[in-house]
């Protein structure tokens, strides 16, 4: 049967997040400890132990999310059976491509880090929020960002997730101006989301700035699995097409459905969420309706793992 891989992205960390599965293996152990040789922190430890807080800042929440991803793949790795494509979800896609083999292990962490570290800046220089729409179609929740738009606010779709949920991003007033219209637009819910910037919007540009200077001197490879791209949803075979959608991810929506939807296309049969969480499968009960999907992160998760 074959396979697909899933990384989750920022918000499924976690205290705790790979602690048991360090314990059990001790190449899940060296992931985490050549994150802490390669970064100069005890990422390990904060992860480990917390505090939540200081765990859930941009900087350590990426870096952390990808060590946990790589570690349960270096477990499981050869167990996978067939893996036709992979996707991460915005900062899981750089899991993905260590994974595929596009970035190494060591070029990814620091890439992270920073990516965190720039982002957390970009929040500061040019503040904004998030919130979660449920309940309004991909094109009824672009209708309300574009009229927020049209009222000279900064406000555009940020994640389509799934049928029915999209993130929207952008100026505080905006994302407020956005909320009341998506409810008076007949959504279920509007939650408001607590970020410490306005990822994959505009006020983002900063951020990219400084990653794409990071990652033109970084080494890319061509992935040697398909990894789906967030920007464009397309199957990403070239290195360099992926350095540069790496770095336009910053500013441009996530397309999680659709590339759910690729993945199918290229023949995936089934689905393993590689990391923290499962909140990716949770969204595949709508993006891959009928196709399995397990999540695994720890050692009991590995004792369901069927090939």
Known sequence: M?????????GSQFVGMGQELARAFPEAARAFEEADDVLGVRLSQLAWEGPQDELTETKNAQPALLVHSVAVHRVVGSELGTVVAMAGHSLGEFSAHVVAGTLTFRDALEAVRLR???MFASGVERPGTMAAVLGLDDDRAEEVCERVRDGGEICVP?????RGQVVISGEVD????????????????????TVSGAFHSPLMVPAEEGLREKLETTKFSDP?????SNVTAEAVTSGERARELLVRQLTSPVLWSRSVGTMVELGAERFYELGAGSVLCGLNKRNARGYPCVSL??????DTLEV
């Open 116 to 118: 965190g570290e720039l």
């Open 158 to 162: 940020a994640n389509f997730n799934s």
């Open 2 to 10: 074959s396979s697909a891989l899933l990384f989750p992205g920022q």
């Open 297 to 302: 992160g720890s050692p009991s998760d590995l």
């Open 174 to 193: 905006g994302v407020e101006a956005a909320m009341a219209r998506a409810r008076e637009a007949g959504a279920k819910r509007v939650v408001p989301l």
């Open 224 to 228: 040697q699995v398909p990894v789906v």
